[in-house]
Structures are given as structure tokens and as C-alpha cells.
């Protein structure tokens, strides 16, 4: 046999060994289809073991049931007392080495929280709040305190939110600068527990965060507190820590620009109770703007007739009180892109809500229209004398007024320069079909409510299922509420107590130590059905006392 043709055959034998070990190999892999895997790394050995006294070791090694990862071990770990030189952490198969870089202090119990750090590799669950705790002296420190963390906004437990706690001391220089020592997470129940405590005084907060570096640094961060130390000689318990959102101290413009229509768009950081805009710079330009706050005065809109000129100087006002002024600047030789567009208050299905009117509203404030070129249908029928007025409070909203009927059809229908903006733009032709809702899916609801004290002020909210709120309303007396025309389905109530009677609720403040105004949730949940007129009694309950914590 020619030796090409061995060879030829050993390679063809040779790729087919080759081939059908690796296909071999590749069949040994993880079962598919059965359950999740939710169980975190599990801790087999600790060397030295956890809560060793006399402690003299150079590093920790800690054995765990299966691969994992160290996630940010840098700022997620946290070490009491500090050390001044880092530890050094390397993963080796299925261990974890913790190198001691510093010396330790005499008669000292050290505590590694090792918080979310600590995840498997294939699901990436967390070995949650896992704690390695020495002592270099005789005695380990062994007090705790625990709790509970309920979230003011909704009035449930809050999961994943840090618990943490400062000396008393050094509570000024370290909380909201400074990642704290002593931390908790707490689980799906909201509790917690701090543990391996040294005697003394302590300040405690907790945080629901979004950055996790475990420092109060953004408004938009839930924040709780207690407004008195916790003197620590024994263990403590029952602790009650209430989420809330703080409302800025200082106003701030957090956006601000040119839309690509020439509007100028403003976001606050905070709403204003009666906000006002005055244009300073250019001389003249304050007489023709046309500003449009949002419902929650937390923005605006601000339009100008004239766009000849290069930069803006706008001062903002609260309560009459000038509180800030902003500086925008168009870009060279901008060009602003328009056209004519309309909103309604129309749901998704098209529907308008039956017994209202049709309300449209423009992008940009509308200076004239030609109800000549507007038409109504009704089924296949215009309507004659359509009545069309001008919203007063606001240049870019159109009322149209008719008397809707059920099970027709409708289209309003515009024609080419039916309505011009106060650009001098005018639209092309478009329409909008809808029909009317059907009553049945809309019901009333009346709260017969009564207050434990007529002395005081309470804020009533009615929330739906996504607690969102749809009518405020603050009263000092036993009275009914009415919810007229509401869409069936459920909904709840939320009392604010009103103590300052400024009829808004107020927010807390950490740094003065103040808390929001208390809530109450009703615990009824009220089924709206459809056609139906309902009434229910509301018993708003005395305002609780501040619960103490127990030791």
C-alpha cells in the first residue's frame, strides 16, 4: 500500500478519535431542564475557625461547597475596627484567602461583614451578610440590636435596604461621608440584625441605595433613622426604622435646554408650592413667554414667540420668593424643527370616558384654529354646530363640547391649516377616531369619613393598584368624600396627618433629625364594580406614638 495512502487513513482514524473525544467531553455538562439552582455558596471550614479568641493569625482561609465569585470585595466587605492597610483577598479554587496586611490591637473582637460579596458562579446567588468574627483578647463582643424596615410609601416591609450604625461620636464626621463599620441587609421581611456589638452609644439609619457604596449621597435614596442614639448595654430589640424620600433643602434646576421645537425645558429637583418664571435677559422678552407648569410643579415649559436672540437669563420664583436663576445659551446657527401635533384624553382602546369632555392638547401653544376646517362625525353623520373653545388657563388645550353618545362612532377630522401655533405653523391633514366608554366600566364611590380629632388637619388619598394617587383632599371634620366617575377596580386609602396644617405632606429631614409626617394605610381594600354607586365608611385611627425600641 503506497505510503500516502496509510497516512491518508491514520489522519481520517486519528479525526474521528479526535472528534468523538470531544464530543465526549462536551456531553458532560450540567443536567438541563431541572430546578433553579437557589441555594448561595455553603461555608464547609473556616481556618482559624469563626469567633476564634486569642486570635494571632496572619490569614483567614475559608472553605466553601462550591466555585464562587468575590463581587467589589473593596467596598462591599466591611471591616470594625478599620484597618489602616487593606487586606489582601485572593480566591483559589473553591477558597477564599484573606491576607492580614496590618497589625491588631489588643483585647479587640474584629468583625468582616462580607454583605452581597459573596455569589456562586453559575446563578450568581448571594451568601447575604456572612460575618467572620475574632477576638485578639479573651471575650468576644456579643450584643445586637434588630429591627424591622417598613417603607413609609407603601406601607410594606422593605427587602435589600442596609441597616448600619455609627458611634455616636463620630456620627456628624462619618454618616453620609463615610461607608459605616457595622451594616445588616434586611430580608424579605424587612428585619434585620447587627451583631457582635461592643458596649457604647450608637446612631442607627438605614438606606434603600442605588449607587451600593453604602453612603447616603442622592435624594432620590430612601433614607430612615432614629432621632435618638441607642444606648447599648444589653441586647436590643423591636427596633422600627420607616423609609422616606427626603425633599431637598436646596433648590435645584437638575435640567435645563433648547428642545429641538425652541422650547426651553426646565426639571426641578423638588416641587414648588405656587412657582413663577421671570425672564431677565433679553430686555423684552419676559412680556411674550408663555410658560406651562406640570400638575406636580416639579417642571415647565417655556415658549417664546420671538426666538431672535442668542442666550436666556430666567429667575424662578416660589411663593413670590426669587429662588434661583439659570443661563442657557442656543447653539450657533440653530434651527428649530416644527410641526402640529395633538394629544387627547383618550385611553388606549380609544375611549373617552363617558360624560366628559374631549380635551386636546397641542405640542406647542396654539394661537388661532379655523373651526371651519374641523369636523365631527358621528357614525357617518357631521355634526352641525360644533362647539369648540379655547382652554383659559392654558394656550395649548381645546375643549370640545358635545353631548357623546354610546355605541357610535365618532371621528374628528382636520383639515390642511385648521390649526395654527403661535409660530405661524400650521398642520396638515389628520383625524382621530374614537368612541365613547361604556358606563358600566365606571362606578362612584363615597367615603363616609370620620376623624379622631377635630382640632387637626388630614390628607385623604385614594391610590389604585399601582399606587398611583387620583384625588387629594384635606379635611378637618367628619365629612363624605365623593369619587365620581372612577374606573372599576381596587383601590386603597392613605392618610397623611396634617400636622403643621400647610395641607401637603411634609418629608423628613435627616440632618435636623426630623421625621416626615406619619401615614396611615388603610388595611380595606375597596372594590370598585361596575355601574355602581358605593359607600363606605373611613375610621381614621389616633396618630400612633413613636415606637421605642426594647432592651
Known amino acids: 500500500m503506497p505510503t500516502y495512502s496509510i497516512l491518508k487513513i491514520s489522519s481520517y482514524y486519528f479525526t474521528t478519535f479526535a472528534l468523538l473525544l470531544l464530543i465526549g467531553c462536551a456531553s458532560i455538562q450540567r443536567p438541563q431542564g431541572g430546578p433553579r439552582d437557589r441555594t448561595p455558596p455553603k461555608i464547609l471550614k473556616a481556618t482559624p475557625e469563626?469567633?476564634?479568641r486569642r486570635f494571632s493569625a496572619k490569614q483567614i482561609q475559608i472553605d466553601f461547597d462550591e466555585y464562587?465569585?468575590?463581587n467589589n470585595p473593596y467596598t462591599e466587605v466591611s471591616i470594625s475596627p478599620a484597618f489602616e492597610k487593606q487586606p489582601e483577598y485572593v480566591t483559589k479554587g473553591q477558597s477564599l484567602i484573606i491576607k492580614l496586611n496590618d497589625s491588631l490591637l489588643k483585647n479587640t473582637t474584629y468583625v468582616f461583614n462580607f454583605g452581597?460579596?459573596?455569589?456562586?458562579?453559575?446563578e450568581s446567588n448571594e451568601l447575604k451578610n456572612f460575618t467572620y468574627v475574632f477576638s485578639t483578647g479573651d471575650q468576644i463582643d456579643s450584643l445586637s440590636i434588630s429591627g424591622k424596615v417598613n417603607n413609609t410609601l407603601t406601607s410594606q416591609p422593605e427587602k435589600e435596604t442596609t441597616v448600619m450604625i455609627f458611634p455616636a461620636a463620630k456620627d456628624t464626621a462619618m454618616f453620609g461621608k463615610k461607608k459605616p463599620s457595622y451594616f445588616a441587609t434586611t430580608d424579605s421581611s424587612g428585619n434585620f440584625s447587627l451583631n457582635n456589638l461592643h458596649e457604647g452609644e450608637y446612631t442607627i439609619y438605614a438606606l434603600k441605595e442605588q449607587s451600593g457604596d453604602k453612603i447616603y449621597n442622592s435624594d432620590n435614596e430612601l433614607i430612615a433613622f432614629l432621632d435618638k442614639p441607642i444606648t447599648l448595654k444589653g441586647d436590643v430589640s423591636n427596633v422600627?426604622?420607616?423609609l422616606f424620600k427626603q425633599a431637598p433643602e436646596k433648590f435645584r434646576v437638575t435640567t435645563k435646554r433648547f428642545d429641538n421645537d425652541g422650547k426651553v425645558s426646565l426639571i426641578f429637583n423638588k416641587p414648588l408650592n405656587k412657582p413663577s418664571l421671570?425672564?431677565?435677559?433679553?430686555?423684552?422678552?419676559?412680556?411674550?413667554?408663555?410658560?406651562?407648569?406640570t400638575k406636580t410643579r416639579d417642571s415647565a415649559l417655556v415658549f417664546f414667540r420671538n426666538m431672535e436672540f442668542d442666550s436666556l437669563s430666567i429667575a424662578i420664583a416660589d411663593d413670590g420668593k426669587f429662588i434661583d436663576t439659570i443661563a442657557l445659551r442656543k447653539g450657533k446657527n440653530e434651527a428649530f424643527k416644527r410641526n402640529v401635533t395633538l394629544g387627547y384624553n383618550i385611553n388606549i382602546d380609544n375611549r373617552l370616558r363617558p360624560g366628559t369632555d374631549l380635551i386636546l392638547t397641542a405640542n406647542l401653544p396654539l394661537e388661532s384654529y379655523d373651526i371651519?376646517?374641523?369636523?365631527?362625525?358621528?357614525?357617518?353623520n357631521t355634526v352641525n354646530n360644533l362647539s369648540i373653545v379655547k382652554d383659559p388657563s392654558n394656550q395649548r388645550k381645546l375643549i370640545v363640547k358635545y353631548r357623546w353618545k354610546q355605541n357610535t362612532r365618532y371621528e374628528l377630522q382636520f383639515a390642511d391649516e385648521a390649526l395654527t401655533n403661535i409660530y405661524g405653523d400650521k398642520n396638515k391633514e389628520f383625524n382621530k377616531r374614537f368612541n365613547i366608554?361604556?358606563?358600566?366600566?365606571y362606578g362612584t364611590l363615597t367615603l363616609k369619613v370620620t376623624v379622631p380629632d377635630t382640632s387637626?388637619?388630614?390628607?385623604?388619598?385614594?391610590?389604585?393598584?399601582?399606587k398611583a394617587t387620583l384625588q387629594t383632599d384635606v379635611i378637618t371634620k367628619n365629612t363624605s368624600i365623593v369619587y365620581r366617575n372612577f374606573f372599576t377596580g381596587k383601590y386603597t386609602i392613605k392618610v397623611t396627618y396634617d400636622a403643621n396644617k400647610n395641607k401637603k405632606a411634609d418629608s423628613g429631614n435627616v440632618r435636623l433629625k426630623q421625621y416626615p409626617e406619619k401615614t396611615w394605610f388603610s388595611d380595606k381594600e375597596l372594590t370598585l364594580r361596575p355601574n355602581w354607586e358605593m359607600e363606605e365608611p373611613l375610621v381614621i385611627p389616633k396618630e400612633e406614638a413613636d415606637a421605642k425600641p426594647t432592651q
Do not use: C, W
Not at 452581597?116 to 453559575?122: F, H, L, P, Q, R
Not at 366608554?437 to 366600566?441: A, H, I, M, S, Y
Not at 388637619?457 to 399601582?466: A, D, F, R
Open 50 to 52: 469563626n469567633k476564634t
Open 278 to 293: 421671570k425672564v431677565n435677559f433679553p430686555a423684552g422678552l419676559d412680556a411674550q413667554k408663555i410658560v406651562d407648569f
Open 240 to 242: 422600627q426604622l420607616n
Open 68 to 70: 464562587f465569585k468575590l
Open 116 to 122: 452581597k460579596s459573596i455569589a456562586d458562579v453559575n
Open 372 to 380: 371651519s376646517k374641523i369636523k365631527l362625525r358621528e357614525d357617518s
Open 437 to 441: 366608554d361604556k358606563p358600566e366600566n
Open 456 to 466: 387637626k388637619s388630614y390628607i385623604v388619598e385614594i391610590q389604585n393598584e399601582k
